[in-house]
């Protein structure tokens, strides 16, 4: 079975610009979770997607948005980049269901660099 | 604020030597997770404990859950090279919304 994809690998943008990321799950998880890493503030979670719905958000701003398609791919938009935007994007993918104890399994992730 | 802190944040060691890395937390969880990530990788799973007290053996590594089900322990038996890693522990909110704790780099040197 396949595992998580995540395109691009690496991405070099500058400041105002827009980017968009791309995250295949693994085959028949209907979940895919967004987080942002970064040296400072670690793992923070962006988003959550579950059958083309947003199920939950993090704490960040309204440039960070989201989406799900009915494939289950998942794509991530930051519009007006920032300095501070630079970091890992991790996507991870689960079977979906509510328990607590769901297993992630995270794609390589994006570094983007703004400039 | 973190909801998860980990200590030590940074641990070298000489092969054969054991560890141990704490994560600690005010609130209480229902279940806490342990992942390891290397250089340009994401974070893999390593274990899920459920139960307050639970200890769980993964070959040299033993972790366990506190009574509370506040607190989380990772233990290395022998440490190898290949340990080597960004050691996490995350803790679920809601539906599949994780909080990650602030991580701890081990490197093990041979």
């Known amino acids: 079975k396949a595992g998580v994809t995540q395109t691009p690998r690496y991405l070099i943008k500058t400041r105002g610009q827009q980017v968009t990321l791309s995250c295949s799950p693994i085959?028949?998880?209907?979940?895919v979770s967004w987080y942002q890493q970064t040296p400072g503030q670690g793992l923070q979670f962006l988003f959550e997607?579950?059958?083309?719905?947003?199920?939950n958000k993090g704490n960040f701003p309204g440039r960070f948005s989201g989406r799900q398609f009915s494939n289950s791919r998942s794509e991530m938009n930051v519009s007006t980049l920032e300095l501070g935007d630079s970091a890992l994007y991790l996507c991870?993918?689960?079977?979906?269901?509510?328990?607590?104890?769901?297993?992630?399994?995270f794609g390589p992730g994006t570094r983007l660099t703004v400039l | 604020t973190q909801l998860l802190e980990q200590s030590p944040q940074f641990l070298s060691i000489q092969e054969g030597e054991n560890l141990t890395v704490y994560c600690n937390s005010s609130?209480?969880?229902?279940?806490l997770q342990w992942y390891r990530q290397e250089p340009g990788e994401g974070p893999v799973l390593l274990v899920t404990v459920v139960t307050g007290g639970e200890v769980k053996k993964l070959k040299r590594l033993t972790f366990q859950f506190g009574d509370a089900r506040k607190d989380s322990s990772l233990h290395i038996t022998a440490a190898q090279p290949g340990d080597t890693g960004l050691y996490l522990c995350?803790?679920?909110?809601?539906?599949?919304?994780?909080?990650f704790g602030t991580g701890t780099s081990l490197t093990v040197i041979p």
């Open positions: 609130s209480v969880f229902s279940s």
């Open positions: 995350a803790g679920p909110n809601t539906g599949n919304q994780f909080y």
């Open positions: 997607y579950f059958s083309e719905t947003q199920r």
């Open positions: 085959s028949g998880h209907r979940s």
């Open positions: 991870a993918s689960t079977s979906g269901g509510t328990r607590t104890y769901n297993e992630q399994f």
